[in-house]
């Protein structure tokens, strides 16, 4: 049911009331029957729920196989180990996402707001939430709009509803029906519920509540949505099943072997063990999760706090940057930017509400607006409502414009209020009144010019330099006002303010490091075109301008042909933001959508990475997000995009590293098994390397210095293979690690040296080899940046003292070890050393051979 376009006695008919408002009778059988006015949450998941949802996992679930069947062969100590693996890690996970959950709720208003209505004819103060569907409300400037009203009645009437339709000037209401086919920013006479009163009063009656109102609709498509899953979670899924199979089937050709063979069901199941838990790097979930949590603690500093973890490193290969322009793009103040007065043009400086700031002349040189048009200054700021804390953004923008010329405001006798048919205001003063309103309304009034402090008789050239210079400052997207004064019969015209909507500073600063880093920014507003086109010109964002009526006539299939082609979109709608979104999303794009309003949230859940505000941002926008800027501040955006960068490329480095070492434990036990060896390397023995030797060096890859063109590089396609793209290493690794491994291993064995000291020796080569293959992971030239991390020359120390102490300790007799004689040694660090300048090798020959295939 649409009502503003319905008269106001239809409305009270519709609604079941009349202008005296319900009783109270009424309005309690009418909320007993219908509900509360409030939003209905969408269900948040219990701690039990995201405790479980750690073990979600295709890696987990390798590792629980692994447990069972330790059990069954009564290897219980490495059943505990593993069990102990899962444990932390859910804890781990559970914890920085309960966190984040907590960190969002803090930031949520506590207050319960109330209103105004009349009940049994009298006005009565009650709770926003006992509104019901015809009860009457009044309002009044500062209000809160508490649910969709349509006004009965109005004077000097205007809203902010910059929160849900992204229009940044406030609106003027109506009572008077409008046309049914009128879009939601052009109907009104309707206050939207979530808006605000700037100016006037009106008594309005209540069409919708709850989840019927406009902010209800938004927030319903909100918890519709469905959250999307990130690059690395898809590529770690992949991985994972891939793991799957692969052990699947090498358990299985072990069993059939084992069985040919006639080996003991126990050795073959404890062989399977061995080869669960080399192929699965155990500690990958954790680092992961560690990695991404000191992500979180350093992405808090440049002031993003993360609401989901996986989301860190979908920044990293955003494609595209879908933003709102009022109070992400903007500061969402106006501010006076140009004055028009004695037939020149003056720059204001400064921005937001606030007196800092100066007026500058053509020639570039500062001035005092006192000598040249104090009484430009005193008009606009008597002849106005605001304060310095509260009042109509244009009214304020105009008082801190005053006070930036050391002008103040003068007593009054009288005033004529504002009206959207006259377009004018007017202060009564003694002796003289002053007028402020649209510029060609008071033009048509004046019979007289000031300029240069002298009176003269207003002639046609002064009235087309002055039409003149309305023209240019609002195709610069200002707004412009008028000002004059009367006294005796004559109106004399002052001159011309210009005030605008100002980029925060920064925004351009950040959009350039958006184009050097590949990635597209755009606008998405509810404003006009030719606001947005201004703001787009002001903070060099390239690109035309489409319209939201345009994008109606356009279907899905032809948007996403042409979406590339346009970076600027003026008068959109909710929805309209969410289809420009799926276009870019099915051009293969990872898209990053950043908004402070109500309006965006349905957008920012849709989006790879939703990004909401703090200080400004709407609930329902926060509840949305990803993440949430805590300080409002567009570049926060490009900071949290190279932090991404930085932790994708350093999870890449600790997943090379753990996935070549395991592929040298997959490769000693399966030869050795198909060799018809013993095990070289025993189920616990794997563990404690891939737990404790493996780990802390894999999680100080996790901090490595970052590459200092990092946002001079293209953006990382989603489609990128982290696996295949390092397979060739791994493997080679693999071939080094298993040869060198087994190659002492057997020496030994057949040298009379006891199984527990072999094994020992084989434990100590793949350790100190894997050691030294961390230095080689960590850039793809050879011997460069070897040693700049002090946190991985710290973990390689402390993996070695680890390993000494099982060696050396009574720990050897639970780890089946041996200790080893300084001879042991010798061998292990010269093949390990040997290992390592292979692989130098091989980096050096891939990097010749891509040479000549540039060249060539």
Known sequence: MHYHDKSVKEVLDLTATHENGLTNEEATQRLQEFGPNELEHGKKDSPIKIFFRQFNDVLVYILLFAAIVAIVAREFIDAYVIGGILIFNAVFGFIQEYKAEKAIDLLKKLTTLSTNVLRDGKIQKIQSMDLVKGDIVVLESGDKVPADLRIIKQSNLQSDESTLTGESNPITKTEKPIASSAQLADRKNILYSGTSIVRGVAKAVVVSTGMSTEIGKIAKLVQEAEHQETPLQKKLKEFGRFLGYLIGIVCLLVFVIGMIRGMDIIEILLTSIALAVAAVPEGLPAIVTICLALG?????????????????????????????????????????????????????????????????????????????????????????????????????????????????????????????????????????????????????????????????????????????????????????????????????????????????????????????????????????????????????LKGSVITGSELENIDDSRLKSIIINHSIYARMTSPQKVRILKAYQDNGEIVAMTGDGVNDAPAIKNANVGVAMSQKGTDIARDASDMVLVDDHFSSIVSSIEEGRIIYDNIKKFIKYLLAANMIEIGVVLVAMLAGLPLPLLPLQILWVNLMTDSWPALALGVDPPDKNIMKRRPRSANDNIIKEMFPYIIIVGIIGTIAVLGLFIFAINTGVSIEKSRTIALSTLIILELMIVHSVKNPRPFKDMFNNEWLNGAVLLSLILHMIVVYTPLNKLFKLAPLTVADWIPIIIVSAIGFLCLETFKYLKIKNSSKLIEN
């Not at 003063?429 to 004046?446: R, S």
């Open 296 to 540: 979180v603690q350093r992405m808090v500093k440049r002031n993003a706090l993360i609401r989901r973890l996986e989301s860190i490193e979908t920044l990293g290969c955003i494609t595209v940057i879908c933003s709102d322009k009022t109070g992400t793009m903007t500061k969402n103040e106006m501010t006076v930017t140009s004055c028009y007065a004695n037939e020149n043009f003056y720059q204001v400086t400064g921005k937001g509400y606030n007196d800092l700031g100066e007026y500058i002349d053509h020639d570039n040189k500062k001035i005092n607006p006192q000598l040249e048009f104090s009484r430009l200054l005193e008009a606009m700021m008597s002849c106005n409502n605001a304060t310095e804390t509260i009042g109509d953004p244009t009214e304020r923008a105009l008082y801190f414009a005053g006070l930036k010329g050391k002008s103040s405001r003068i007593t009054r006798k009288g005033e004529i209020p504002f009206d959207s048919d006259q377009k004018y205001m007017a202060t009564l003063h003694n002796g003289f009144d002053y007028y402020k309103g649209a510029p060609e309304i008071i033009l048509k009034m004046c019979t007289h010019i000031q300029i240069n402090n002298k009176v003269r008789r207003i002639l046609p050239k002064d009235t087309e330099k002055i039409l003149g210079a309305n023209k240019n400052m609002a195709m610069s997207a200002l707004r412009v006002l008028a000002a004059a004064y009367k006294q005796n019969d004559d109106i004399i015209f002052l001159g011309l303010m210009g005030m605008i909507d100002p980029p925060k500073e920064g925004v351009k600063e950040a959009l350039m490091i958006c184009q050097t880093a590949g990635i597209t920014p755009v606008m998405i507003t509810g404003d006009h075109p030719i606001t947005a086109k201004a703001i787009a010109d002001k903070i060099n």
